[in-house]
């Protein structure tokens, strides 16, 4: 399909970008293979730079493209400051970020500061120094409990199940002290306490800062402190560790002292105002319940953006998302920050997948407790799916997320709808939640599998060699490619490029708020932006009418004056 040239590149101009940015997502070792080897590259990522720009988003944010044993996917960092040699130099890195902003596109990367991987050189001289040592003080390295100190210091639990102490052994072979792993064995934790470490992420920052990034996407940015009585935890009767839910005062989430962190590195940022590409930016991952707590991350002097996870996480019913959008709109303005709204990431079952399941959320419209997100993707796991549902869902949930005031997040694939793969063989899962877990949760390399660009058949353009992709592509995406979507005017890929440039080229879509409209209620969603734009989405069994005006975009054909059910569209009111 022709498209007219989209790149107005005001985006680089304009100081408040991120306040409404879309942003796509890119995993690197899934996104484009260049080299053919089976694994993404950032040569890849070049070529598809003008694919990013013709769909129309404002930024891309790359995950971890760092030196790494892949351990977590990359988010087990070995060197902050390089790219991996899977993935490419440095020297493609800039002609990336130089790439991008040509075609008018901010860059955000990844910033890991919770944890390393054990592979960086600061946790190797640690493990080679003696107990007390400056080297043992980066990490968090503690003497165990019990008469021979066989006891992890604390109950403490790993995200990714087991333990979060891992004991070391001494020069003389006889079991040493231990330290402290969040996730996996394989990522220790970083001790925030120590100056040096505060230092060193400023200067990570300004490497990059300096390269001419645009922001930062914040991983787990409500771990870094920790309780220093290191107390133990009630028990998650689940692992029979100690739990990781992040009520006030858990030891090892959401701790004042993050609030210290974040603002050091805003004066960092702040560093930058007055650069071409002005003051830079952070978007902040965090999963903390209630949203009244969560934008405690965006008040003034913190960071910018936060994801919005109760969005990517409520169900597919006008009620749930109702109660979203209000508490998140509500929230987020008593501090000033913009929304941002999320439908999947390379943490979270697919939506295609999730929307066409019997239970497609957790239940916001009760204010149910929010659940650890890979414990959804578990217990989505193995429930019947209807693709077609999914996938009609997912078509009208774009135009939701994309018609609501604030940012949004496209995760790449999302915009070919793609679904989950859920049938991954056993011993070629990755995610160490598999191991870890003792096989209880198969973890999230279901949707990590390498994008499909071409071709009818694997690996559809991801490379030359379906045998060595890094993950096999499922039969199902036949005709899913980009390649196909993009001759298709009623496919996926053209109706978010549609609705991009509609949220591009309407003024409405600037203003930063909504209100409800008299449509609304019941099993609907309606609402207006600026004077004359309505949203619908119709949750509902029965058609809705449809009030008088001109469809800017429409998730499926509604020529018979009504919007079906699970559908959604743009109008501009008569
Ligand atoms: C974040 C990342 C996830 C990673 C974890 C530990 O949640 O999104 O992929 O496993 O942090 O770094």
Redesign the pocket.
Known sequence: MTTEPVRPTQNLNDPNWWRRAVVYQIYPRSFADANGDGTGDVRGMIEKLPYLADLGVDAVWV?PWYPSPLL??G??VADYRDISPDFGTLADADEFIARAHELGLRVFIDL?P??SSWEHPWFKAALAAAPGSPERDLYIFRDGKGENGDVPPTNWGS??GGSAWHRTTDADGNPGQWYLH???IS?PDWNWENPAVVEEFHSILRFWFDRGIDGFRV??ADSMAKDQSFPDVPINPATGWGTNDKYVGAPLWDQPKVADIQRGWRRVADEYSATPLGGRVFVA?A?LDPVERLVEYVAPGRLHTTFNFDALLSEWSAASQRVVIDRTLAAHEAVGAPTTWVLG???NTRVVTRYGKPVTGLDFSSHDELEE?IELTTRLHGLPTDIALGRRRARAAALLELGLPGGAYIYQGEELGLEEVEDLPEDLLQD?TWERSGHRMRG?DGCRVPLPWSGDAAPYGFGTDAAATWLPQPASWRGLTAADQDADPSSMLNLYRAALRQRRTQPEFTDGRLAWHALDGGDVLAFTRGEGVLVLVNFGAEPVPLPAGEVLVASVAVGDGSLPTDAALWLRLA
């Open positions: 995950s977590d996917g988010y087990d890991v919770n944890h995200v990714f969040m996730f996996d990522q991983d787990v991952e999963y990431n390379h943490d997100p160490p999230r």
